[in-house]
């Protein structure tokens, strides 16, 4: 098994641009999330879902837009990027939020 | 509201020290749960434990234990004779998975080692 996987590791964005951050997970988890990680904030919750075709917000979602069309893949788009959304990016899955199973994380900076 | 306060932005010890990182809570529910997560310098985030607010027994795990008072509102983390390899952010959390599917993390604690 792979686990979560995310791609890109790195991406340099100008401001405006838009882009799409994708994670994957083949242990048929129900439940994912994208985190976004800032210094000195910990992981702050962008949006989950518990499963396919369900989406919701978390603690921080503006800016942000998800969908879940599979169990596999749950994307992370940014529509016009913000020098404030420059952080590094966690999915995670897991059978709710009992265990979680994170990715390796993208660091995105936005100039 | 959910919030996760962990007050010691940084600590270093000399290996071989025991440490405590320390995690306050605050919550309304009655049911809730408590993680501990290790990040170390290569990035990844590592589960270490997950507590229910049912269940205050200690828990101890080779070198690390947990202590969990709901009396204090308190989840604090102790490395017995740390090591090198210890060197990390560690992160506590809080979840109701009952209710809005939320997680809250707390800042989290830069722990170093030094040899």
């Known amino acids: 098994n792979a686990g979560v996987t995310q791609t890109p590791k790195f991406q340099v964005l100008k401001t405006g641009q838009s882009m799409t951050l994708q994670c994957a997970q083949d242990?048929?988890?129900?439940?994912m999330s994208w985190y976004r990680q800032d210094p000195g904030m910990g992981l702050r919750l962008i949006h989950y879902s518990v499963g396919a075709g369900i989406t919701d917000q978390g603690e921080v979602p503006n800016g942000y837009n998800v969908s879940r069309s599979t169990t596999e893949d749950f994307p992370l788009r940014l529509l016009s990027a913000a020098p404030s959304q420059t952080s590094v990016y966690f999915c995670?899955?897991?059978?709710?939020?009992?265990?979680?199973?994170f990715g390796p994380g993208t660091r995105l900076t936005v100039l | 509201a959910q919030k996760v306060t962990q007050a010691q932005t940084e600590i270093s010890v000399v290996e071989k020290e025991d440490v405590t990182l320390d995690c306050v809570y605050e919550?309304?529910?009655?049911?809730?749960?408590l993680f501990w997560y290790k990040q170390p310098p290569s990035g990844e985030l590592v589960f270490l434990i997950r507590?229910?607010?049912?269940?205050?027994q200690n828990e101890i795990s080779g070198r690390y234990s947990w202590n969990f008072q709901k009396s204090t509102s308190s989840f604090n983390f102790t490395i017995t004779a740390s090591q090198v390899v210890d060197s990390a952010v560690y992160f506590c959390?809080?979840?109701?998975?009952?209710?809005?599917?939320?997680?809250?993390f707390g800042a989290g604690t830069r722990l170093t080692v030094k040899p």
């Open positions: 919550t309304r529910d009655t049911t809730y749960y």
């Open positions: 507590r229910n607010s049912f269940d205050e």
């Open positions: 995670a899955s897991g059978e709710g939020l009992l265990e979680q199973f």
């Open positions: 242990m048929n988890h129900e439940y």
């Open positions: 959390a809080l979840s109701d998975p009952r209710g809005n599917n939320d997680m809250r």
